[in-house]
């Protein structure tokens, strides 16, 4: 069982300005991308982790829910596959103006840039959860937007963006939101 193909895909992106001491998209302007149904509904967690770990871009690293304080990453992108149940999940900061607030369910996948806050707001199904995944050879931290985090949010400007897909590999929407058509 893999993927649904590229061509039929429906994907979001979405670019969300800093707030207060949430980066958001602004240091890199890689967009937030969402991969609506990009597993069947059918999918397990095992078999989600297998074709990441075949793609080869991403190492899965946990299974879990999604906290409900705003955080973010600034070591790394973040891929989360949802495996199970249906959420609401706002990104870029709750009191954030420009935020995005949305649904995902099981089959969607999620590209978060470093800097992006994320934070679950509300489960709508038991048994939320979600395959965490990390670009190989990175390690992910917590960082919530405080004064002395400064430096982290400054070397997220360091950070490469993908030159795989971490889900298609060769061509798909981290790709082609950030260089066009591949």
Not at 77 to 83: F, N, Y
Not at 117 to 141: A, C, I, N, T
Request: proline fraction near 7%.
């Amino acid at each position: 069982m893999s993927a649904t193909p590229v061509a039929p895909l429906r994907e979001s992106s979405h670019l969300i300005p800093s707030f207060n001491l949430i980066p958001n998209t602004s240091l890199q302007n890689y967009p937030l991308i969402i991969y609506h149904e990009c597993f069947p509904p059918s999918i397990s967690t095992a078999v989600i982790e297998a074709h990441l770990r075949s793609v080869g871009v991403v190492e899965p690293q946990w299974r879990y829910t999604m906290y409900t304080t705003t955080h973010f990453h600034s070591t790394t992108h973040e891929v989360l596959c949802i495996a199970s149940g249906r959420a609401r999940l706002c990104f870029g900061g709750e009191d954030n103006p420009a935020r995005v607030e949305t649904e995902v369910k099981i089959g969607d996948v999620i590209v978060i840039p470093a800097g992006v806050g994320h934070r679950l707001l509300q489960e709508l199904d038991s048994g939320f959860e979600m395959v965490g995944s990390y670009p190989k050879g990175k390690d992910w931290d917590m960082c919530y937007g405080r004064e002395d985090e400064k430096a982290n949010i400054e070397a997220i400007k360091d950070l490469a963006w993908f030159d795989r897909d971490p889900v298609y590999g060769d061509e798909g929407p981290a790709l082609q939101v950030v260089y066009g058509s591949v």
